[in-house]
């Protein structure tokens, strides 16, 4: 998936720290914090990672309150905070869900069961703010269904050409990475049905990138296992047809959530990469700020919520990727863009031409 930024959130509907919607034409839009990339953090390749956040706490990270007012209970070092537009504020644990907010006039910060077990509100003194629907496990992972049959859509796709693009550019040399390093672990959502579309689009289930790129990615993954981890793919080049597909599968207004195959996709050029960790020691995926492919502001790479842990591996693959000259994309902490993307024509070779698999 490629999301906007610049269509999904609209200058003027930005504050200092929360996006405000105003009125129609700000919609739709992702709504809550917007951040700024992290401060300087302890340096990722001697630091540890941070321990892992109490269990009892997990419950309580989350966002609270109305969309022009965002407060996300977070955990830094230890001890939950409130982040808001105005700053950060300590919590200190009276009870399991009973804290009092650590400076200035302290005020109890209550949270509050719904009828589950989940904590639906947050009482922070006079004010009830109630849970903000937030990722997958609130059921609102964002769920395109497409608006005609795949298998039209496929041969559509397949009929069509990329569009013409001036250049020069450098001949495509596509390789496939786990050819070059097999410690590097895929994923690849779109040749499942566990993607935005919930249908596949791709028959095999490999990642391609241009040579210098793939090389980049594997020297990544080597400084990586230095640290105990090793890089999971979700995806990398796509031909141009799938893109299409995707364009045409959506309905018009949830195109802002695609690439426009007028113009391609770094992803076209096999010059980005969809990525995350895992740990050597037990070969699961790390647990990150949100899930891949998630579109609310958690997606972010400067989005403060979620755990010291979550946001620790957030930083040390950014750190990894942007040491090999990829850059994060401003609204996915997955994405990465080679810096000589410019350099690649816009793919559409589909992988059953790219060798064996």
């Known amino acids: 998936m490629r999301l906007t930024a610049s269509a999904l959130i609209p200058l003027r509907c930005l504050s200092a720290l929360v996006v405000t919607l105003a009125g129609p034409a700000c919609q739709p839009a992702r709504v809550g914090p917007v951040v700024s990339p992290p401060p300087a953090a302890p340096d990722a390749a001697t630091a540890a990672a941070p321990p892992a956040a109490p269990a009892a706490w997990l419950p309580l990270i989350g966002e609270y309150g109305p969309d022009a007012a965002v407060t996300i209970v977070l955990e830094r070092d230890g001890q939950l905070w409130l982040h808001t537009a105005s700053g950060d504020t300590p919590l200190v644990q009276q009870s399991d869900t009973l804290f009092r907010t650590g400076t200035g006039m302290a005020r109890n910060a209550v949270f509050r069961h719904g009828s589950t077990a989940r904590i639906e509100r947050l009482e922070l003194g006079d004010l009830r703010l109630e849970r903000r629907r937030v990722g997958p496990e609130s059921g609102n992972q964002l769920m395109i269904t497409p608006v005609r049959p795949m298998a039209e859509l496929r041969r559509e796709a397949l009929a ?30 779109y040749a499942t049905s566990n993607n935005l579309f919930g249908v596949p689009f791709y028959t095999q289930a490999r990642a391609f990138l241009q040579r210098p790129a793939a090389e980049a990615v594997v020297r990544a993954n080597a400084a990586l296992r230095k640290q105990g981890y090793g890089l999971l793919v979700h995806d990398g080049y796509r031909p141009w047809s799938v893109t299409r597909m995707f364009w045409d599968a959506s309905p018009e207004d949830k195109h802002i959530f695609v690439a426009n195959p007028a113009e391609g996709s770094k992803h076209n050029r096999g010059a980005a990469v969809d990525l995350t960790l895992y740990d050597l020691a037990n070969g699961a995926p790390v647990e990150m700020v949100s899930t891949y492919d998630e579109t609310s502001p958690r997606a972010y790479p400067g989005y403060p919520g979620g755990t010291s842990r979550q946001r620790w591996y957030r930083e040390l693959l950014r750190r990894a990727m942007e040491a090999e000259r990829f850059a994060v994309y401003e609204t996915e902490w997955w994405h990465f863009d080679y810096a000589d993307w410019k350099r690649y024509p816009i793919g559409n070779v589909p992988f059953e031409r790219l060798g064996a698999p």
């Open 160 to 189: 069509a050409k990329p569009p013409a693009e001036a250049g020069p550019f450098l001949p495509s040399d596509l390789v496939e990475l786990t050819t070059l390093d097999p410690t590097i672990k895929l994923e690849i959502r």
